[in-house]
Each structure stands twice: as structure tokens, then as C-alpha cells.
């Protein structure tokens, strides 16, 4: 499967042939650097292929992580991700892979960080309406309300929704339409809003559920 590491840099918009606006989300999509390969007839069992990105200081790494990218030739990166493959993949420790790696108009997914924001009650975190605003009501505006009767069953379901951690967590975008791609600059463009703030690690990969064009 084809893949590639960047960053998000923003949203802006594109204008297509007919003067339409496009809201697009630009990403920072590497260079990457390959740092492992592996294959099904290897001790490892399956195909696929490591990819380094960002270059920092050497101190910002590990013993093994800093042994780990010189064996492989490559220079000290912070993020690594490995992307499977069906086949053999046609890459070799060493290799980089820039934002050509894909095409303009093709599907992607996109893989990000949606932004923490902490602990949230549940009308911000479920937009649940609360309770009413009148007849005495003094400080029970934004509660959940009942959760469950009190002898039977005597306690609360598990799975309910209630207040709670909000975001920061692992969030997929599918099947995201490439509309531009820049390898000059090592930039891609896709169709649409993508998780997580400025500056955040996304991984972009081919579209496991792409629709197939009718013939």
C-alpha cells in the first residue's frame, strides 16, 4: 500500500475550471526516507516497507532508534511508520519517496490526531441540550440528567455517554480526493478538512475503500 508521512500545514481553497471554489487541506507530504523493507519470505513473514520523516537533533533520539537509522543510511528522523504491502514492495533501504509517490485525482486516507481538548461535560462533548433553563433551575443547565434507574438494575450500562476526555484521539478520513500535487515543494493537496492542528504527524495512504468507476 502505498503510503507517505507529513505534516498539515492548513486549509485554503482551489479553483477548478469553471470558477467553482475547492476547500482543500494542504499537507507537507515528506521527504520521506526508506529505513526498512521487509518481505514474506524473510524471517519477518509479511511485506512492507519503514518510512523515516523529519529530520532533528541527534539528542532527540534513542541509542537504538540513532543505530536503527544509520544502519539503514538514513539521517536522524523522529517519525517512523510502516506501510504493508500485498507483493514484494519495489523499494530499497535507502530510497526517498516524495509527494509524487501519488497523483492528482487519486483517492486517499488520511490518518491524523483530532486536537485535545481536555476534560468536556456533554453538552460540548455529545451536544447533548441540558436540562431546562426555567422553573427554579439553578445549576443543572448542562448535566447529563439520568443515567439509569436506582434499585433495578442498580447501576449504569457500560457505554453510556458522559462527561469525559475530548479529543486527541486517532481519527481516519476516507476516501479524500488528491486535487493538487506539488513534488517541488513537497506538497499535496486533497478535497476536504483532515484531524488534527497545524503543524500535526498525518499519514497519508491509498484509499482501502475507493469506489470503483463504473464501467
Not at 488520511?110 to 433551575?137: C, D, L, N
Amino acid at each position: 500500500m502505498r503510503g507517505i508521512l507529513g505534516k498539515k500545514v492548513g486549509m485554503t481553497q482551489l479553483f477548478d475550471k469553471s470558477g467553482a471554489a475547492i476547500p482543500v487541506t494542504i499537507i507537507e507530504a515528506g521527504p520521506c526516507f526508506v529505513t526498512q523493507v521487509k518481505t514474506a519470505d524473510t524471517k519477518d513473514k509479511y511485506n512492507a516497507v519503514q518510512l523515516g520523516f523529519e529530520e532533528v537533533a541527534e539528542r532527540k533520539l534513542t541509542k537504538g532508534e540513532r543505530g536503527h537509522l544509520s544502519k539503514a543510511g538514513a539521517p536522524n528522523l523522529r517519525h517512523l511508520h510502516e506501510f504493508r504491502y500485498v507483493a514484494p514492495p519495489p523499494f530499497a533501504v535507502g530510497d526517498v519517496i516524495k509527494a509524487d509517490v501519488f497523483q492528482e485525482g487519486e483517492m486517499v486516507d488520511v490518518i491524523g490526531t483530532s486536537k485535545g481538548r481536555g476534560f468536556a461535560g456533554v453538552v460540548k462533548r455529545y451536544g447533548f441540550a441540558g436540562g431546562p433553563k426555567t422553573h427554579g433551575q439553578s445549576d443543572r443547565h448542562r448535566t447529563p440528567g439520568s443515567r439509569g434507574a436506582g434499585t433495578t438494575p442498580g447501576h449504569t450500562y457500560p457505554g453510556l455517554r458522559g462527561p469525559g476526555h475530548y479529543g486527541n484521539k486517532q481519527i481516519t478520513v476516507q476516501n479524500l480526493k488528491v486535487a493538487l500535487v506539488d513534488p517541488e515543494r513537497n506538497l499535496i493537496a486533497v478535497r476536504g478538512a483532515i484531524p488534527g492542528p497545524r503543524g500535526s504527524l498525518v499519514v497519508v495512504s491509498e484509499a482501502v475503500k475507493a469506489k470503483k468507476k463504473k464501467a
